[in-house]
């Protein structure tokens, strides 16, 4: 069949990105679902910091590449061997293909499944293969999912179906921001009832991340950003307290606020300074974890003495730690009780041929979650 879907053929063009257009909207050739593959409508897709780091080339991918990853849909045609999806069931899809029997996935550890993560890189589904043509040669999937498009064709294993009364532009943000940012909080760092908890960096993941410390019941949830109006979003969203990243007295300030430092510092910001700011304001015995992906030639700097003097933690979580068939339905299930009102994360919406200036927005850190909806 044929769609319309946004391809990058080359990383690093000069922004703005509404006029070098690094993705173009192109028709394609849409092969149909192979075995344990579904063809799905996409409805809607978020636009992550993911997405941007192989636009600006900081995260190199397999090119040419139909992108995006976070997203929902309807499922409209089933490969053979896929007998608990139909066509009309409303699904999310998740980021990472999980095989479910490598060492990982038997471990629970979802997150790090090694054949997902290497069909990720490859650019293919998790069966090796690549749906989508152009011109008469393949373009690579992008995490399994090439949200960016009218159709796609995805594992089924990267999918799980959701209740039809989750409105679908919501829905999507489940595949990424909130199950990395809520996923990090609950999962990685287990945060516990009345424990304090910072996060550093509130893009759609960190704010996610806010999200999650007040579900968890967090006594103390401090946000830090370089933007005063991402600081306002959070203390809407539950924060008890807010600080500009470049305040020169912010490590005293958390401190004295927290006797010591926060139980659990989380980085969202990509950065190496924002994980050694996270690292200053963890108390004794704390975790200091991130999710954020920096650049590959990105480096931070930790005194090695307080890992052991003072039994700090150092973790990294990739996905949240989640395993998607489990935490997605738990955390919507969180969405429809109304603790964790991942709507208001949402900052706009678009048609697919605005995503080049949405992707400008993003950059300039103007959007939390701006969302493509498909006609």
Do not use: W
Request: with cysteine; glycine share 12%; aromatic share 4%.
């Amino acid at each position: 069949m044929k769609t319309r879907a946004a391809i990058l053929r080359q990383s690093g063009l000069s922004r703005p990105y509404a006029q070098s257009q690094p993705l173009s909207i192109e028709e394609v050739e849409l092969r149909p679902p192979g075995p344990e593959e579904v063809l799905v409508k996409i409805a809607a897709a978020g636009l992550c910091h993911s997405d941007l780091s192989g636009i600006n080339g900081d995260r190199p991918r397999p090119l040419p590449v139909a992108l995006g990853h976070e997203a929902s849909g309807v499922v409209v045609e089933t490969g053979s061997g896929v007998t608990d999806l139909a066509a009309g069931d409303h699904v999310v899809m998740s980021f990472l293909p999980v095989c479910g029997h490598c060492p990982s996935c038997s471990d629970g550890r979802a997150s790090l499944c090694q054949p997902g993560h290497a069909a990720n890189a490859a650019g293919t589904l998790l069966s090796g293969k690549r749906r989508i043509v152009c011109d008469g040669a393949e373009v690579n999937h992008h995490s399994g999912v090439s949200a960016f498009s009218e159709y796609s064709v995805i594992h089924r294993r990267s999918i799980v179906k959701i209740d039809q009364e989750i409105p679908l532009v919501q829905a999507a943000l489940f595949g990424c921001a909130v199950m990395t940012g809520v996923g990090t909080v609950l999962n990685t760092c287990g945060v516990r009832l009345g424990q304090s908890v910072a996060v550093v960096g509130l893009g759609g993941v960190g704010l996610s991340s806010v999200l999650g410390a007040v579900a968890a019941g967090a006594g103390q949830v401090i946000a830090i950003d370089l933007s005063a109006e991402k600081l306002r979003i959070a203390r809407d969203l539950g924060a008890t307290h807010a600080f500009l990243a470049d305040d020169p007295d912010i490590q005293e300030s958390v401190r004295e606020l927290t006797d010591g430092g926060v139980d659990h510092a989380v980085e969202m910001a990509g950065a190496a300074a924002a994980f050694e700011l996270a690292f200053r304001l963890t108390r004794r015995g704390g975790t200091t974890a991130t999710a954020g992906l920096a650049s590959p030639n990105s480096v931070f700097h930790i005194p090695p003495v307080p890992l052991v003097a003072e039994e700090r933690v150092i973790r990294g979580s990739y996905m949240g730690s989640c395993v998607p068939s489990r935490d997605i339905p738990r955390y919507i299930s969180l969405f429809r009780s109304g603790k964790l009102p991942v709507d208001k994360l949402l900052s706009s919406t678009g048609p697919l041929e605005g995503i080049n200036a949405a992707f400008d927005r993003l950059d300039r850190g103007e959007v939390v979650r701006h969302v493509v909806v498909m006609p």
